[in-house]
């Protein structure tokens, strides 16, 4: 449902759901993936450009796939829009929630035993960056150094964009903007089990110029 401005001018004409990777818009890609593995029920949270959006990704046709629209007359964030799945009659017990703009090659099943053996509420896919920094990175006690660190390496895990959750979380959203972070945050707060899993595939997130680039790159 978002504007897509990191990838502007393009954005400005056209929703960044349908910038082709490839020979097809980036969500078909990611539509197929989610079909080719057995996931069938489908909904897309729109926003912005949203008749444009419905255009074209409505002129998807494959044997059994329901795809259904969730339609925002404000933006409400990744997980305000989950509220409108409150009224739809969703069957499993879990469920996924996932950035259009992720490329990736996941085994969403692998992820979803995962997340059912382990009895999770919420279960973050992450993955790890290590970070090269040019520079020396001092260490301070006010205004007193403490220590300097020549170009030091930082890793840390990053949230990749898609998630698992029991359906029975959907009472906690409310009609209202929120994205996952602080969500996920109320749901720990909560006490609610929230798990990592670690991804090693290939993942990048499209959203950007440069990473449009690698990937398309990647595809040739």
Known sequence: GGKGERLLPITKKLPKPLIKIGST????????QIYS???YNIYVSINFMKDLMKKKIGKLKMKN????FIEESKPMGTAGSMFFLKK???KSKNFFVINCDI???????EVNEFHTK??????VLVKNEVLDLNFGKVELKKNTVQKIIEK????????AGIYVLKRNLLKYVKNQKIDMPEFINNMISKNKKVLAYYIYEDWIDAGTHSNLKKIRLKLN
């Open 118 to 123: 382990e009895k999770a509420d919420i279960t």
């Open 25 to 32: 818009p980036m969500i078909f890609n990611l539509i197929n």
């Open 65 to 68: 796939l329901n795809l259904k």
């Open 103 to 109: 490329w990736s090659k996941l085994e969403l099943n």
């Open 88 to 90: 739809k009659k969703i």
């Open 152 to 159: 030091p390496s930082e890793s840390f895990y990053f949230s």
């Open 37 to 39: 593995q057995g996931y």
